[in-house]
């Protein structure tokens, strides 16, 4: 594989430039065959069980004893949790934003990735239904898209077999394993490891991929890792919240 590295463009998204100059100059600019470009769709995932966790016991007691814990006898967040009521519903209200922007040039995505915890399969499949036909819909269920793993219950994924039964429209990546062999009760991932793995998946989408609109639905700690690799100054994305990013690859021998 030839080394890539990554850079950002600025101003033609809101979240970019109170001067962002919007979707006709966007295609003009993805025209120019020298360079490959992609805009990615980074969207954060719905509120989860952990979530209300965090918001009930704040820091330092969320990261220090209760996320080490399944629950606390009322909520229930490990492993893997669940969408709340307020989740689903912030997933449906992109939904209908993907819905009332189509009308105006937005372009849909073309490929979808997803983390492969729960609450960011469950925001990708109700985000996109009845935009997407269902073949359009097959997202990839990636193991590096999830969110930064170890001691937090919340972050250790279910089984490859019932992420397969549970969203049968998913296509899982080849070399998921069955079990989660990365979670660890005693140690967190270092700081580091999202960035290292969004770089790992940049460099596969940039390689296989022909598609230039790319959604990735994860998490917070990911997709700073992602911005991270592109040069990109850290955004604050709420759950639910999407962020579109203009991706430039550079490849060097």
């Given at each position: ?30 025209q ?27 820091r ?37 934003e ?18 492969p915890?729960?609450r ?111 040069g ?7 759950t ?14």
């Open positions: 594989m030839r080394n890539i590295t990554y850079d950002t463009v600025l101003g033609y998204f809101a979240q970019d430039d109170v001067l962002a100059t919007g979707l006709p100059a966007l295609y003009r600019y993805l120019d065959g020298n360079t490959k470009y992609k805009v990615f769709f980074f969207g954060r995932h719905g509120e989860g069980f952990h979530n209300v966790g965090l918001a009930k016991y704040q330092p007691a969320w990261p220090e004893y209760w996320a080490r814990l399944n629950g606390d006898g009322e909520i229930v967040w490990g492993p893997d949790p669940e969408l709340t009521a307020i989740g689903i519903s912030q997933a449906v209200t992109v939904n209908d993907w819905k009332a922007e189509f009308p105006f040039g937005i372009p849909l995505p073309e490929k979808l990735y997803t983390s915890l729960t960011a399969m469950k925001t990708c499949e109700v985000t996109f239904e009845g935009i997407l036909p269902d073949d359009k819909r097959r997202a990839v269920v990636v193991e590096n898209c999830r969110e930064r793993h170890g001691l937090h219950t919340c972050d250790k994924r279910r089984t490859k077999s019932y992420i397969q039964q549970a969203f049968p429209l998913f296509d899982v990546e080849p070399g998921l394993t069955e079990h989660d062999t990365l979670w660890d009760e005693h140690s967190r991932e270092e700081m580091t490891g999202p960035a290292e793995r969004a770089k790992k998946v940049l460099d596969h989408i940039f390689e296989n991929d022909n598609e230039t609109f790319v959604s990735v639905t994860a998490h917070i700690l990911i997709i700073h890792g992602f911005l991270q690799c592109v990109r100054a850290l955004y604050e994305i709420p639910g919240g999407v962020l579109p990013v203009i991706v430039k690859a550079v490849h060097s021998s």
